[in-house]
């Protein structure tokens, strides 16, 4: 199998490819954001017949990912009648079944830069865990930070230093934790900060799911 990348008009589009012969593709296509920037919505996903569950399609959403993560974007949509078939894939709904479009789904793929989508009136620093199991570039303890000018979270991954058996530096502990999956819904309104979040130190979770809920995320597909 070998993989490809081709631009046509605005789209990019990949494909896996045996002896010079298409067997998967997809294409991912520039949108517009709710706040004017542009997000990108994976179209046309599709996979011969004889051909599908032998991971040709796992090897082209891996250079997708891979393609969007080198031009940090936050994250990738898709609108689909099989949301079953991208849940392996990290995808979940985006939107509530009431909306114009339902089974729009949404996976995060460069946590940071979803990360600054949120914006808080209130300054608040977060040590915040974040686990995906696909992407190990979003997995990892990430320093966030809600400052006052303009709003906007900023974010840091930091190194965890595992305890030697025989004593040394200290693990680095999390305040809280979600996985990206609970945390794109919590950005989308799909989830609450309660919902999403697992709060690691007791005595401060009242105090950080009011920060949580108080975050504003300023995008919409």
């Known amino acids: 199998m070998e993989t490809e990348l081709r631009v046509e008009g605005r789209n990019l589009v990949f494909a896996a490819k045996e002896k010079d012969q298409i067997i998967s593709t997809l294409s991912v296509s ?9 997000i990108y919505q994976i179209k046309n996903a599709f996979t011969k017949g004889l051909y599908r569950r032998r991971g040709y399609m796992d090897a082209i959403l891996k250079d997708v990912f891979a393609c969007l993560q080198s ?4 994250f990738v949509f898709l609108g689909t009648r099989e949301p079953a078939v991208f849940a392996k894939y990290g995808f979940v709904d985006i939107v509530k079944p009431t909306d114009p479009f339902p089974n729009t789904l949404g996976r ?23 686990t995906d199991e696909m992407l190990p570039e979003n997995d990892g303890i990430f320093m966030v930070h809600c400052g006052p000018t303009g709003g906007r979270l900023n974010s840091m991954k930091i190194s965890m230093t595992e305890v030697p058996e025989s004593g040394g530096c200290e693990k680095i502990a999390a305040e809280a934790k979600v996985d990206v999956s609970d945390l794109i819904q919590f950005g989308f309104g799909l989830k609450s900060a309660k919902e999403a979040f697992k709060i690691a130190v007791s005595f401060k979770e009242e105090e950080l799911f009011k920060a949580l809920d108080n975050l504003k995320f300023k995008q919409t597909v």
Not at 30 to 38: E, L, V, Y
């Open 30 to 38: 520039p949108d517009i954001g709710g706040d004017g920037t542009t």
């Open 71 to 74: 031009e940090q974007e936050a």
């Open 108 to 130: 995060i793929v460069d946590v940071k830069s979803f990360l600054k989508y949120f914006e808080s009136e209130k300054e608040f620093v977060l040590s915040l865990q974040i």
